[in-house]
């Protein structure tokens, strides 16, 4: 039904910046939530940030301050400013959806990786 394409993952220097993007496809769905949860190797998979369908967001400790979240309802589209960025900030990236009615849908996942 929902079909999530990220892009804009790759390689960044420490201090750099990158731009996420997660665009959902479909028809007959409405989007209640959407948001970016990131796994690093050898760790549980993390929330960096999650917006819901009146802009609430909510950052997880780690990024706050260095990591901004958008959305385009227009187009369906999530978006990640990562400014900043640390070592230990590469991780693979996860977009996730919720639709209205609780179902889930989940991104194939972009490759961040912060050298110093």
């Known amino acids: 039904q929902v079909q999530l394409v990220e892009s804009g993952g790759g390689l960044v220097r420490a201090g750099g910046s990158l731009r996420l993007s997660c665009a959902a496809s479909g028809s007959g769905f409405s989007i209640d939530a959407m948001g970016w949860y990131r796994q690093a190797p050898g760790k549980q998979r993390e929330l960096v940030v999650v917006?819901?369908?009146?802009?609430?967001?909510t950052y997880g400790d780690s990024v706050k301050g260095r990591f901004t979240i958008s959305r385009d309802n227009a187009k369906n589209t999530l978006y990640v400013q990562m400014n900043s960025l640390r070592p230990e900030d590469t991780a693979v990236y996860y977009c996730?959806?919720?639709?209205?009615?609780?179902?889930?849908?989940w991104g194939q996942g972009a490759q961040v990786t912060v050298s110093s």
């Open positions: 917006i819901n369908s009146a802009g609430t967001t």
């Open positions: 996730l959806v919720v639709l209205i009615g609780g179902n889930n849908y």
